[in-house]
C-alpha cells in the first residue's frame, strides 16, 4: 500500500470532529498553547530590552561617578563624541506636614531625557522641572498624599509638586531603588544641602552619540584615558542587566513547567491514542483480512494521529498567540512588552518542536502495538489487550533523548534546565516504580466479598490496566504544584521569622558625619 492509498483510507476513516482523537487535539492545544506564548512573550521583552537600550539606559554610554561631580577636562572628553546629559542620584526624605518618606532623588538637567520621553499623568511630555517644582512618581504622591500643586520639602527647600509622573523612561535602567522616583532640576540638591562633605551620591552623564561610532568603543577610550578617576561605565547593551537576567531565567523556568506539563498530558495522549485503536479493532482487523500489512495499518493510523496532532498543536499555536498580547498588557507596568500580535519564529518552533516530540513518544506505542497483532487477535473481545511491541521502546528513548537535548540547546542556563530534567526523570522513575508496586499489592491481597470493591481491586492489576499510568500522571502533577505550594511557603516563613528578628525597627540614610 503507498502512502497515497494510506492517505485516502485514512481520511474517510478519521471523523471531522477527530472522534475518538479529541483528548490528543485538547492536550496538545493546552501544551502549545501555553509555550507559545511562554516563547512569544519572552521573546518581545527581550527584543523590547535590546531595541530600546538607549532609551531604557538614558543614552548610548553612561558614566558614572560616587561624591564628585565631572571636572571640566573630563566632560569636555565625553562632549566631544556627542550631546550629553549630567544629573545626580541620591535618597532624601520628602516632607509633608507631618509625613516623612525615603525617596530616590533624580536630579538632571535641560537635556534630559537624551532618548524616549518623560510623560506625566495629565499627558504632558515633559524634560527637567523648573526651579522651584518637582515632577513625583505615583508611589510618592500617594504616600506622601500629594497632589499637583501641593508643597514638598526636601533638604533646605521647599518646593511645589509640578505633576505626577506616568511613564520615565529610564526607569528600568537605574536599578534597585530605597524609595520611590522624585525627580527635580540639577542645581536642587547643592541648594538644599544635600551636598555637604560626605553626602553619598552620584553623578551620572548620560552620551547621545553623534555618529555609528559603537559605545563600547567610546567607553573603553574614556577609561584608557582617565583610569584612575574611578568611573563606571555602562552601555546601551547593558541597559537593564537585572531585567535581562530576571527575563532569561523567568524564560527557561516557564518553558520547563509548560515542557513538564505538557510531558503529562502527553500520558493523556497515549491513553487517548490506546482507546481509539482499541475503538477501531474492527476496521484495523478487516483491513488486514483484505491483504493489509502490518506496515499499511501503522501508515494509515499513523496519519491519522499525525493529522489529529497537527490540527491539535496548531490552534495550540494560534491560541498562544492571541493570548501574548494580553500577557503583555498584564505586565506592560512591569517590564518593556510590545503592544499587539508578536510573532517569535524561535518560539514558535520550539513550541510545535516540543508538541510533536511528546505526540511522536506516547502515540508511538499504542500505534506499533496494534500494527504487529494478528487479525484473529483484533476480532477478539475487549478484555484481551494487545500485546506490548518491543520496537515502541526504542522511539520512546529516542524521543525523549530529542526532548532533553532539544532543552538544553535552547535554554540559556545549562545547569538549571540539566537539574529539572533530571528531577523530573527521577520523579517519574519513583512514581512509575510506585505504580508497579501498587499493581503487585493489589495483585497479592486477599479478594473481598463485595462485588464493586472486589472489581475494582481487579481493575488495579489486571492485564492492561493503567494504574502506572495513573499514578505516573497525577504523582507528577501534584508533585508540581506542592513543589510550588512549598517554595512559596518557604519564602513567606523565611521572611517573617528572620524578618522581624535581624531587620531595623527605623533606619537613616546619608547622615554626614
Known amino acids: 500500500m503507498s502512502w497515497g492509498t494510506a492517505w485516502r483510507l485514512a481520511r474517510r476513516d478519521l471523523s471531522t470532529r477527530f472522534r475518538g482523537l479529541r483528548l490528543l487535539l485538547v492536550c496538545l492545544f493546552l501544551g502549545t498553547m501555553a509555550l507559545t506564548a511562554i516563547g512569544s512573550l519572552t521573546a518581545a521583552i527581550e527584543r523590547e530590552l535590546e531595541s530600546r537600550g538607549g532609551e531604557l539606559l538614558g543614552g548610548d554610554l553612561q558614566v558614572s561617578v560616587w561624591q564628585r561631580g565631572l571636572s571640566e577636562q573630563e566632560r569636555r572628553a565625553l562632549a566631544s563624541n556627542g550631546v550629553l546629559s549630567e544629573g545626580i542620584r541620591l535618597q532624601a526624605m520628602a516632607r509633608r506636614g507631618d509625613l516623612a518618606v525615603p525617596v530616590e532623588l533624580k536630579a538632571v538637567d535641560a537635556a534630559y531625557p537624551l532618548f524616549g520621553a518623560l510623560r506625566l499623568k495629565d499627558g504632558r511630555s515633559v524634560g527637567s522641572p523648573a526651579p522651584g517644582e518637582l515632577w513625583l512618581s505615583q508611589d510618592a504622591a500617594d504616600r506622601l498624599g500629594a497632589l499637583p500643586g501641593a508643597r514638598v520639602a526636601i533638604g533646605t527647600q521647599t518646593l511645589s509638586v509640578g505633576g505626577i509622573i506616568a511613564l520615565e523612561p529610564d526607569r528600568l535602567g537605574e536599578g534597585f531603588q530605597f524609595g520611590p522616583t522624585v525627580i527635580v532640576d540639577a542645581r536642587m540638591p547643592r541648594a538644599a544641602g544635600l551636598l555637604a562633605p560626605g553626602s553619598m551620591y552620584r553623578t551620572k552623564v548620560r552620551l547621545k552619540l553623534a555618529t555609528a561610532q559603537p559605545p563600547e568603543e567610546v567607553g573603553q577610550a574614556f577609561l584608557a584615558r582617565f583610569p584612575a578617576a574611578g568611573f563606571e561605565v555602562r552601555t546601551r547593551d547593558e541597559a537593564s542587566p537585572g531585567a535581562d537576567r530576571f527575563v532569561q531565567r523567568m524564560g527557561d523556568f516557564l518553558t520547563l513547567v509548560g515542557l513538564a506539563a505538557l510531558v503529562i498530558a502527553g500520558i493523556g495522549i497515549g491513553g487517548g491514542v490506546a482507546s481509539y485503536l482499541d475503538s477501531r479493532r474492527n476496521a484495523i482487523a478487516t483491513l488486514k483480512i483484505l491483504g493489509a500489512t502490518s506496515a499499511d495499518i501503522a501508515r494509515v493510523y499513523a496519519l491519522e494521529i499525525a493529522l489529529a496532532a497537527l490540527v491539535g498543536s496548531l490552534a495550540g499555536l494560534a491560541a498562544g498567540l492571541a493570548l501574548t498580547p494580553l500577557l503583555g498588557l498584564a505586565l506592560r507596568g512591569l517590564l518593556p512588552v510590545a503592544g499587539g500580535l508578536v510573532i517569535a519564529p524561535g518560539a514558535i518552533a520550539l513550541a510545535l518542536g516540543y508538541a510533536w516530540l511528546v505526540a511522536?513518544?506516547?502515540?508511538?506505542?499504542?500505534?506499533?502495538?496494534?500494527?504487529?497483532?494478528?487479525?484473529?487477535?483484533?476480532?477478539?473481545?475487549?478484555?484481551?489487550?494487545?500485546?506490548?511491541?518491543?520496537?515502541?521502546?526504542?522511539?520512546?528513548?529516542?524521543?525523549?533523548?530529542?526532548?532533553?537535548?532539544l532543552a538544553l540547546l535552547?535554554?540559556?542556563?545549562?545547569?538549571?534546565?540539566?537539574?529539572?530534567?533530571?528531577?523530573?526523570?527521577?520523579?517519574?522513575?519513583?512514581?512509575?516504580?510506585?505504580?508497579?508496586?501498587?499493581?503487585?499489592?493489589?495483585?497479592?491481597?486477599?479478594?473481598?466479598?463485595?462485588?464493586?470493591?472486589?472489581?475494582?481491586?481487579?481493575?488495579?492489576?489486571?492485564?492492561?490496566?493503567?494504574?502506572?499510568?495513573?499514578?505516573t500522571a497525577l504523582g507528577f502533577g501534584l508533585a508540581a504544584f506542592v513543589l510550588l505550594a512549598v517554595v512559596q511557603t518557604a519564602i513567606d516563613g523565611t521572611i517573617a521569622r528572620r524578618v522581624p528578628a535581624k531587620a531595623p525597627d527605623y533606619f537613616v540614610l546619608d547622615v554626614p558625619r
Open 410 to 471: 535552547t535554554a540559556k542556563d545549562w545547569l538549571l534546565t540539566g537539574g529539572f530534567l533530571a528531577g523530573a526523570a527521577a520523579a517519574f522513575a519513583l512514581l512509575a516504580l510506585a505504580g508497579w508496586l501498587l499493581r503487585r499489592l493489589a495483585a497479592a491481597l486477599p479478594r473481598p466479598r463485595n462485588p464493586v470493591t472486589r472489581a475494582a481491586l481487579a481493575n488495579l492489576h489486571r492485564p492492561g490496566s493503567a494504574t502506572g499510568t495513573l499514578v
Open 360 to 405: 511522536l513518544v506516547f502515540a508511538a506505542p499504542p500505534l506499533l502495538r496494534a500494527r504487529r497483532v494478528p487479525a484473529m487477535a483484533l476480532m477478539r473481545a475487549r478484555v484481551s489487550p494487545l500485546a506490548p511491541d518491543r520496537a515502541a521502546l526504542g522511539v520512546v528513548v529516542l524521543g525523549l533523548a530529542a526532548i532533553a537535548a
